[in-house]
């Protein structure tokens, strides 16, 4: 199992929602990542989870907050979100070692209204 | 200030002919190359990677150079197809920085039958 399984797909979420973002992986991966990706644009890290422990916070608003309940599955919680937080929410995960790649998910779609 | 640069936002070539999309490092911390396949709405697809003590790795028709000293890699495909058309991210790491990617702004390929 290669693979890095998002849900859902799209999300339409009103600026008075919340909502949450899942990701999950069952390749023993021990770092997980949340990047954001706007149209045209490359993906911009948000967090970074190292053994389920927040490592890096890349000065994300509040209203994003990031959740690794075990070593397989990463949430993002979203409230009070902006329109111009609408954009292509990705997951990846990485073995905790030198060189790994990245496997990321197909992406969850958000758009806020 | 972008780490990682992709000078190229696109590149149109024949099928069956070369492609080569550039890459551009600043940060001389970076020890470990990847470069990413990425369509439209879906996540990156890690293609290829290479370590800093290497200046070549070769995967198929997918081979990447590493110029260190000009703090440059290429990615070359050999022979280009139709299915090959996709946006390519050139991503960089360093060891000490909780495997986080740094992303270039990603060149669009157009391989045209």
């Known amino acids: 199992d290669t693979e890095v399984t998002q849900t859902p797909k799209h999300l339409v979420m009103g600026m008075t929602n919340k909502k949450s973002l899942k990701c999950e992986q069952h390749m023993g991966h021990r770092a997980m990542y949340w990047y954001k990706q706007k149209a045209k644009k490359p993906p911009e890290l948000m967090f970074v989870y190292s053994y389920e422990k927040l490592s890096i916070n890349e000065s994300v608003p509040s209203r994003f907050s990031p959740e690794c309940p075990n070593s397989s599955l990463l949430n993002l919680h979203l409230h009070a979100l902006q329109p111009e937080d609408s954009a292509l929410y990705l997951c990846a995960s990485s073995l905790r070692d030198i060189g790994s790649r990245a496997f990321f998910g197909q992406g969850t779609r958000l758009t806020v209204v | 200030d972008q780490q990682v640069k992709q000078n190229s936002p696109s590149l149109s070539v024949q099928e069956g002919r070369i492609s080569i999309l550039n890459c551009d490092y600043t940060n001389s911390m970076f020890d470990y190359f990847l470069w990413y396949k990425k369509y439209p709405a879906e996540g990156p697809t890690f293609l290829i990677s290479?370590?800093?003590?290497?200046d070549k790795n070769e995967d198929g028709r997918f081979t990447v150079f590493l110029n260190k000293s000009a703090k440059h890699l290429s990615l070359h495909i050999v022979p280009s197809q139709p299915g090959d058309s996709a946006v390519y991210f050139c991503?960089?790491?360093?060891?000490?920085?909780?495997?986080?990617?740094?992303f270039g702004g990603g060149t669009r390929l157009m391989v045209k039958p």
């Open positions: 290479i370590s800093s003590i290497k």
């Open positions: 991503a960089a790491k360093t060891n000490n920085a909780g495997n986080m990617l740094t």
